[in-house]
Each structure stands twice: as structure tokens, then as C-alpha cells.
């Protein structure tokens, strides 16, 4: 899994949707800064966070983490 890639889709989806830093943090009861950390990587994003961004976006915890499960033949 390429962990810089969780935050790099977060922010792509926050801008995609027109949203800035804080209105997601708002929406997800973090103070602004706590969720700038989270974009920029330097805070791991807990999973009830990214429960919140895959509902709040209408996605899936795997589209935000990018995790493809591969089964072995």
C-alpha cells in the first residue's frame, strides 16, 4: 500500500468537491490543524476518520487507501 497516497486522495477529493481544509474539519469535529496534519501526512488518519471521509464522499475506505486484495490461484 502506498500510505502518501491515502493523504494525496484526500485533499484531491476535498478539492474536487470545492471544500476547504475547514469545512472538512467542521464536518468531522476536528480543530483545522489536526485535519491539515492528516492531508499533509504528518498524522496518521485513524479509521473512524476515514469512515467519516468515505461516507462524507460517498466512497470506500479501500478507494482512499487505494488497497486492492489479490487472490492467489
Do not use: C, F, S
Not at 474539519?25 to 504528518?42: C, D
Amino acid at each position: 500500500m502506498k500510505v502518501r497516497y491515502i493523504y494525496q486522495r484526500v485533499q484531491d477529493l476535498r478539492e474536487d468537491n470545492d471544500l476547504t481544509q475547514e469545512d472538512v474539519a467542521k464536518k468531522l469535529n476536528l480543530h483545522t490543524t489536526q485535519y491539515r496534519r492528516y492531508e499533509k501526512g504528518e498524522t496518521e488518519i485513524p479509521v473512524h476518520i476515514l469512515l467519516e471521509l468515505a461516507k462524507h464522499y460517498k466512497t470506500t475506505i479501500d478507494y482512499l487507501t487505494e488497497i486492492q486484495i489479490i487472490e492467489e490461484k
